[in-house]
């Protein structure tokens, strides 16, 4: 083992770096700085003061925790077997599904934007049904979901519903949803930072918050907020994504929308959030609906998939074609 192997060995908690004892380590964990790679990538003055300690020792801190660090970089065979654990959900529609690539996937963010009644919070409801099967361990072991309802938009009778209709047993389909409501913003951003031991224990493979920016745009009105406003919502979906990549979770998103008055032709509908959700979800759908149950969603932004749209329905029995 080399010299800095052994260095890396002995340092893997924030109390291991020089400067950061224990009432500091767990200030900066509030702060978010859970582990050694958030240290080594951090601005000293901001970690000092989420820290609450000296600028200098900050310093020292971020270079103890470079020099323990791995340089970042790996070969993109290695990424690829990676991926290769990546497992879809399916969407209850065929069109929908192909639309994605097979379904909504692991280590990503999907997120539906659409106006009111135009099936966001169906999607979620389908998924939560489906997920636990779909990623089910090698031994058979259901998967369990998290739910984090910010809307009041969460009916169990409705898991009951498509549930019964896919003829599974509705009180299974239940038990292996865990449900939050979300009182504000500060609660919703709690409410994930400790998800992780729930995720570990519960086996919890699929995240899905209704909506993910409700509380955000109640808590923080007037251009004068929209700052602040937009560095948590970005530390928040940077949480979600790093759950994606570490356990292998499937993220599902709803979005509310606004009109745009600057655009003059053509649909003006526009999603919440601005450039921090735009580059932050892996898989962009916009959702509208039509006539009758038909929805139409339309993946407007992927890294790997052309735009194009599917026509699905929704019905009591939940999504279809």
Known sequence: MSEKDKKYELLKELEDLPGIGGVTSDKLRKAGYDDLQQIAAANPHELAEAGEFGVEAAKKSI??????METGFETADNILERRKTIKRIPTGSKN??????????????TECFGKFSSGKSQVGFQLAVNGPLALQDGDGTPSKVLFIDTESTFRPERIVQIAEAAGMDPQE?????????????NHQILLLEK?????????IRLIIIDSLTSQFRSDY????????????LNKHVHTLQKYADKFNVAIYITNQV????????????TPIGGNVLAHAATYRIYLRKSRESKR???????????????VFKVTMGGVGD
């Open 63 to 68: 270079e103890a925790a470079k020099d323990a």
């Open 96 to 109: 929908f599904d192909e639309l994605l690539g097979g379904g909504v996937e692991t280590q990503s963010i």
């Open 173 to 185: 389909a239940l038990k292996n949803i865990f449900v939050a409501k979300a009182e504000n913003s």
């Open 195 to 203: 998800a992780e031991d729930m995720i570990k224990k519960e086996n």
């Open 221 to 232: 009105l007037g251009r004068g907020a929209l700052g602040e406003r937009q560095q948590k």
């Open 258 to 269: 606004m009109d745009n008055p600057a655009i003059l032709f053509g649909d003006p509908t």
């Open 296 to 310: 139409i969603a339309r993946l407007i932004d992927s890294p790997s998939l052309p735009e194009g749209e599917a």
